[in-house]
C-alpha cells in the first residue's frame, strides 16, 4: 500500500469513530458562541506515525459535534527549520502543505512557532543573507498577513502575536519586540468594543512554564526559562488591566496543558498534537488538540481532546 492511501485510510478509520456531541457546560445558559478547533505543536515530520497523526487529528476536528467554524493553528507547524537547510526545510514545508490540502476542508488562521523560523540555529553556511531567513519564509508559505495580525468574529477580536524573539547570545526569546507592542496597543485600542482573545506560541502566563522540566531546582525552586514563557509579562499584565475586555489568551509551545483564571483573564495552554514529538504521551500529556468556545458575554471554555483515543 501507497504510504499516502495508508494515511486516508488511517484517518478515514479514525474518522468513523468521532465522538458523536461535545457538550459544553451550561451551554443553554449562554446566548451565542465561536466555536473552533486549536491545533498546536504539529511538529510535522516526513513518516506514517505523524503524518497520519497529523490526518487524524484535522479529521477529528472536523467530525466533532457541534461542529467548529474554523482552525487556529498555534505554531511549530513543522519539526524544525531553526538548524534545518533549505532542501530539508522546503521537505517540511511540502508535506504541510500535502497534508492540509488533502486531510482538511476548514479555514485556517496561522501562528508562528519558534520551530517554523528558518536558519537562526545552522552554525555553518548562514543563511542569513537569504532572502528568506528567520520569519519570512513561514510568513509567505502559510499565506499570513504578517507575523502578527488580527481578525475579528462577532463579539470578539482575535489578535495573534510573534513571541519568539532571536537572542544574539544564544537561543530565542519570548517578549513582544517594540514594533509588535506598538501595534498591540494600537489594536487593544480599536477593538475596545469587542472581547479579545490573544493567540501566542509561547504562552504569557503559565504554571506548566514552571513544570516543563518535570523537576525543581537544587534548592527547590521552579524553573522557568525565558524561551518557555513570556519575560515580559508583568509589562503586559498592566496593559491587559487597562483593556478589561481582554478576556482570553491560547498559546501552545510547551507541550504541557494548564488553565489559568487571573485578573480575569483565562489563560489556556493547549498541548502538542504531536505530544512528545510522535513518541506518545509528554510528561501525563497525550497528543491532544483544544475545541474552544467564546460566548457573547465575554466568558469562555475549553475542551482538551486526546483524538487517538476518541
Known sequence: MKRNEFIQGAAAVIAGNM?????????????????????????????????????????????????????????????????????????????????????????????????????????????DAD?????????????????YYSFSKGKWHFIVLDSTQLNPAGGYIAYLDPGQLDWFRQELEKSKDKFVCIVSHIPILSICAGLFFNKTETNGDLKIQRNLMHTDFLALKKIFMDYPNIKVCLSGHIHLQDELDYLGVRYYCNGAVCGNWWSGAFQEFAPAYAVIELYDNGTSERKMIDYSNS
Open 19 to 127: 465522538l458523536p456531541n461535545l457538550s459544553f457546560a451550561e451551554e443553554s445558559n449562554k446566548i451565542g458562541k465561536i466555536r473552533f478547533a486549536y491545533l498546536t505543536d504539529t511538529h510535522l515530520k516526513a513518516g506514517i506515525v505523524p503524518e497520519t497523526g497529523f490526518a487524524s487529528a484535522l479529521h477529528h476536528a472536523q467530525s466533532i459535534k457541534p461542529k467548529v467554524d474554523f482552525i487556529i493553528n498555534g505554531g511549530d507547524s513543522i519539526m524544525d527549520s531553526l538548524e534545518a537547510d533549505k532542501q530539508k526545510t522546503q521537505a517540511q514545508w511540502d508535506l504541510f502543505h500535502s497534508v492540509l490540502k488533502k486531510e482538511n476542508s476548514l479555514p485556517v488562521y496561522h501562528c508562528i512557532g519558534n520551530h517554523d523560523v528558518w536558519g537562526w540555529f545552522v552554525k555553518e553556511n548562514k543563511p
Open 131 to 147: 532572502r528568506l531567513y528567520g520569519k519570512v519564509w513561514v510568513v509567505e508559505t502559510l499565506q499570513m498577513p504578517g507575523r
